[in-house]
């Protein structure tokens, strides 16, 4: 199974060039509701693609929503008011506050009869506030574990509205929005007032639940942020099509990156800007309180690099609870230490995040100090940046704002534990950060893997690079298409033609799709991988011109976060300088087994006593010939296989890289 224990991030220097970034978590579980409540058909186009948009979009599939996917767009067929599926469903919703809060309101007012359920730390997430103003009309929900908090058991009930509905504001505005997106559905006989109890916060989110509201074509006259009132015989009116601007709190990430750059070039943000109706876009005020130079269009945001510029603030982030997190990060590389306050809803966030974000800076080198519902960060002097392990405590935030700590001017490896838990709201984040980014220097990380035929290097290095998230170089690959084309235009693979093989070979537009092999869009990744052009390839690669002609296009997979590349020369002469360099080897019996059952896997009948005399005479001319001969580099580690399988080698050389990076 994919696992990413960590990644390393290597130490960036500055980000540019121009982005877009994926759609706003809290519009399109909004937006999905919304649609799903609607009679007849919206398209929801740009919809965000995440572990929460995926687990609303599971709900809405079981409560009996016909939806139709197209690449970032779902069309989405209404339940018009009333539940087409009656029967008993649980309904999974991951960690996704917006998934759990607004459905769970929706689904009581429906009269459904469903069980909410959820990751472990959506059981320590607050609902009674709003299982409280539900019961109020009749509602009946029921805790199926700890009272006051998912997982719940709704049971169809007699919605009565006799009076106003009241509803805590001070733990989490979500609960007013569920209230605000539910109670339409049953505004036939009379208008609905809500009432607030304490100060609400994280107001910004109200806004947007009340301008989604407005496209649905339901107005809500509010009273201050006392009282909303829902107008007697509301109606959610579908737009017809609707589409989901980027996500503010995803721009964050990107404006400090920017912010942090060193140099004076300039980051593009493409799809927000100054007409966005997130709170989060005021993440621009905050940062520019900080120093950050950004420039904001209608539907676009550009930040100039300003690392050494940035200063402390004093400021009360309630209207930015998410990106506020950011700030910290950006507190760390400031002159002056910076306050954040009133953020009280970070306790009840995907995990505590006053102490998370405390806790992590501190292994970063900082002075933190931390109060109920505020921070004071101290900003880490140049050369005192260490390296750290950053637990990221299945918070996406967390994952993307420590990536942030990847700039620090000591040059410091920062590693993020966990990575993937960005998927919550960005699945391809860092790969969106690395398109973007220079490091300091030539710091990228290679791992090389290199050892005789059918030693298993190829399945090592490939399933290291998925442990690792870096990307995988099968260099053998090249030779063997070298060989492959060279034989389909009829070129005949003698020395004497090497200059037209060369010429074949670098014409080529080649591509790479993760273990796909394209050219000029044509797929041959299984056609390279027959004996016969195993041999072709063992011809080709001996030809000088040739190995000088692949050497280029070689060293372009080193990319951030890092590469493994397996093959003959990677550790002597295309990445003379890696990290880590290993000769991965067996007997020659063992490896003619593992041919042999390989072979008899694929349905090829074969001989183990003649393969094992084939290896070794192979093995012979390999390491006996004059280019790029098969040898151990002088630096290497030598791995012998012979009793270990496929996980354990792969232990052995993460533990040797491990040894060599963050301790
Ligand atoms: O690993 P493989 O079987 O796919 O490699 C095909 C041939 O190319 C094999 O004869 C080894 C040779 N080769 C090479 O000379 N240099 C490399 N870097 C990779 C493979």
């Not at 996917?69 to 469903?89: D, M, P, Y």
């Not at 510029?309 to 997190?325: E, S, T, V």
Request: charged letters at 20%; glycine letters at 6%.
């Amino acid at each position: 199974m994919f696992s990413q224990p960590y990644l390393d991030l290597p130490p960036l220097k500055s980000a540019s060039g121009s982005v877009a970034l994926p759609g706003s978590k809290s519009i399109s579980n909004r937006v999905l509701l919304l649609a799903a409540l609607s009679e007849g058909q919206t398209w929801v186009h740009d919809l965000l693609d995440s572990d929460d948009t995926q687990v609303m979009l599971n709900a809405l599939e079981q409560l009996g929503c016909h939806l139709i996917k197209e690449q970032h767009s779902v069309r989405i067929t209404g339940l018009g008011g009333s539940l087409k599926n009656t029967a008993e469903l649980t309904l999974f919703l991951g960690n996704a506050g917006t998934a759990m809060r607004p459905l769970c309101a929706a689904l009581s007012l429906l009269g459904a009869n469903v069980s909410m359920t959820g990751v472990q730390r959506m059981y320590e997430r607050p609902i009674k506030d709003l299982v409280s103003a539900l019961e109020q009309i009749g509602a009946r929900i029921e805790y199926l574990q700890e009272p006051g908090f998912p997982p719940l058991r709704l049971q169809r009930s007699n919605i009565k509205i006799n009076g106003p509905i009241r509803v805590r504001g001070d733990v989490s505005s979500q609960f007013l929005t569920a209230l605000l997106l539910a109670l339409p559905l049953v505004s036939q006989d009379s208008d609905i007032h809500i009432e607030v109890v304490g100060e609400l916060i994280s107001k910004p989110y109200i806004e947007i639940t009340l301008n989604l509201l407005a496209q649905f074509g339901v107005q809500v006259q509010r009273d201050e942020w006392r009282t909303f009132t829902i107008t007697k015989g509301s109606k959610y009116i579908s737009p017809g099509a609707i589409h989901i601007e980027s996500d503010a709190s995803s721009a964050s990430y990107f404006i400090a990156a920017a912010a942090l750059s060193e140099g004076t070039e300039v980051l593009k943000i493409q799809g927000i800007g100054a007409h966005s109706i997130q709170g989060d876009i005021r993440f621009v005020e905050a940062a520019r309180l900080m120093g950050a130079q950004i420039t904001m269009g209608p539907q676009h945001l550009e930040i100039k690099a300003n690392q050494r510029q940035l200063r402390g603030i004093d400021l009360d982030c309630n209207h930015i609870p998410d990106a506020a997190m950011t700030l910290v990060m950006m507190a760390l590389f400031a002159k002056g230490e910076t306050h954040l306050r009133n953020i009280g809803s970070w306790r009840v966030k995907e995990t505590d995040r006053i102490s998370a974000m405390a806790k992590e800076c501190r292994k970063l080198g900082a002075v933190v100090e931390e109060g109920p519902d505020w921070l004071r960060i101290q900003p880490i002097e140049a050369s005192q940046w260490r390296a750290a392990s950053v637990h990221t405590y299945d918070d996406h935030r967390m994952a993307m704002c420590f990536s942030l700590a990847a700039f620090n001017p000591n040059a410091q490896t920062i590693r993020i534990e966990d990575p993937r838990c960005v998927g919550k709201t960005f699945p391809n984040y860092f790969e969106t950060l690395f398109n973007l980014v220079q490091t300091q220097g030539d710091v990228i990380p290679v791992i090389c893997i290199d050892g005789p035929t059918a030693s298993g290097k190829g399945t090592l290095a490939s399933k290291v690079a998925e442990r690792l998230g870096f990307h995988y170089l099968d260099s053998g690959a090249l030779y063997r298409l070298s060989a492959f084309l060279a034989t389909e235009h009829g070129i005949e693979l003698a020395l004497t033609q090497e200059s037209a093989i060369v010429d074949l070979v670098s014409k080529l537009s080649l591509r790479f799709e993760g273990p796909l092999i394209f050219i000029d869009d044509r797929e041959i990744s299984q056609l390279i991988r027959s004996e016969e052009v195993g041999m072709n390839a063992s011809k080709v690669s001996a030809m000088p011109m040739l190995r000088a002609a692949l050497i280029d296009l070689q060293r372009s997979f080193k990319c951030l976060p890092g590469l493994v590349a397996d093959g003959r020369d990677m550790a002597s002469v295309i990445f003379p300088g890696s990290k880590l360099k290993i000769y991965l080897t067996a007997d020659a019996l063992t490896r003619a087994k593992r041919r042999h059952k390989q072979l008899i896997s694929m349905g090829i009948t074969a001989n183990i006593d003649n393969l094992y005399e084939d290896l070794k005479a192979r093995d012979e001319r390999d390491m006996t010939r004059l280019v790029a001969p098969l040898k151990p580099a002088a630096d290497a580690l030598l791995l012998d296989n012979s009793d270990l399988s496929i996980e354990q080698s792969v232990e052995w050389v993460l533990n040797w890289w491990q040894s060599k990076n963050i301790a």
